[in-house]
């Protein structure tokens, strides 16, 4: 399975919020490849890679393995089913998506849509009260099926773009999984500077909580969270973006180490790879938050793969910022900088 397949592998398997099994269960099975004693721990994926030493520092690659989606929090009469969000999905799009409804089997669902006809032009936002599911299922039927609490994740297939460029939906933060998945394939048989575990945590659209048990638990001397960041499109603040196809964002912040900014930048200048920068003016809002402030605190950074339409059923990448990830991580844990 080359890169590409693996994301889409990834990205297509179901895992929102608080139900990640399905994605984890695959993303073990990828990791066990490596590091052969990985296992899920409290919902996170962990595995030990290579030869640990007492000589060495330790280091963390994490990246987050939930998706935005929705949850089951009622049936109506009519048999519509009414939900809460799981993260922040953004309501501009919900209505006429396809979804899928995972309770004892799956169903496909389509979120109600007011016909512009029926509307008197009001155009406003719904909240996620507001939003109704049809499966056709009558209240009885699905009540069968169906169980308060159930997940809900949009119903979306990735597809190829032109060049490297793939859409789907989940690419956050699963193409950060496959990037720490061909970092490790990089650095078999080569010798690294660090201890090197790996956590594909759970919950961090629900505020970074499997980062926290992660950090705690681990206790890193060294921690780097690979997520995504906005890449820019058209009509967005190019000062707050980054560019598909020009390489990972190394996160730089005063929540940040700036040791380990310098030590990934200075990795991607030796081996002639390209990279960007992103300024944060405060917490990142990713799971590096957690490692940073963990007990006695590890020295934390961002590394970014760029992604267009975040928290999207379309959202868009470039496979070759993921690759160019591994290689800056797989640089940077070769040498010691830092």
């Known amino acids: 399975m080359d890169i590409k397949d693996k994301i889409i592998a990834l990205s297509e398997a179901y895992g929102a919020a608080g139900d990640e099994i399905p994605a984890a269960e695959l993303a073990l099975e990828m990791l ?12 996170n994926v962990v595995g030990k890679f290579g030869t640990h030493s007492a000589e060495k520092p330790s280091l963390v ?48 669902g389509v979120i109600c849509s007011i016909p512009p006809h029926l509307s008197n032009g009001d155009g406003k936002v719904l909240e ?12 009885s039927d699905l009540e069968k099926i169906v169980s308060l609490g159930d997940s809900i994740t949009f119903d979306v297939k990735c597809r190829k773009l032109l060049g490297n460029r793939i859409t789907g939906g989940a690419l956050d933060d699963r193409c950060g999984v496959a990037a720490i998945l061909h970092t490790l394939e990089l650095l078999e048989n080569r010798e690294t500077a660090y201890n090197v575990t790996v956590i594909f945590s759970a919950q961090e659209e629900l505020g970074e909580r499997g980062a926290k048990i992660g950090a705690f638990s681990l206790a890193p001397d060294i921690a780097i969270a690979v997520d995504v960041s906005f890449a820019y499109a058209q009509g967005e603040d190019e000062k707050k973006c980054g560019y598909l196809g020009k390489g990972a964002m190394v996160g730089i912040s005063p929540c940040l180490s700036r040791e380990i ?60 910022d993921v690759v160019n990830t591994a290689e800056i991580l797989a640089e940077f844990i070769g040498r010691k900088d830092v």
């Open 32 to 43: 066990r490849e490596y590091c052969p004693n990985a296992e899920i721990v409290n919902g």
């Open 61 to 108: 690659l994490d990246a987050h393995i939930d998706q935005v989606g929705m949850i089951v929090t009622s049936i109506t009469s009519s048999g519509f089913i009414k939900v809460g969000n799981l993260g922040g999905i953004d309501r501009r799009l919900l209505p006429a998506q396809q979804v899928v409804i995972h309770g004892k089997k799956d169903i496909k």
């Open 128 to 139: 996620i009260a507001d939003i109704a599911i049809d499966t056709g299922y009558s209240k």
């Open 261 to 320: 900014s310098n030590g990934l930048i200075n990795a991607a200048k030796s081996a002639n790879l390209p990279y960007q920068l992103e300024v944060m003016n405060g917490l990142t809002s990713t799971n590096a938050d957690r490692y940073s402030s963990s007990r006695e605190g590890a020295k934390a950074c961002t590394l970014s793969i760029p992604l267009r339409n975040m928290h999207t059923p379309t959202e868009v990448i470039d496979v070759a």
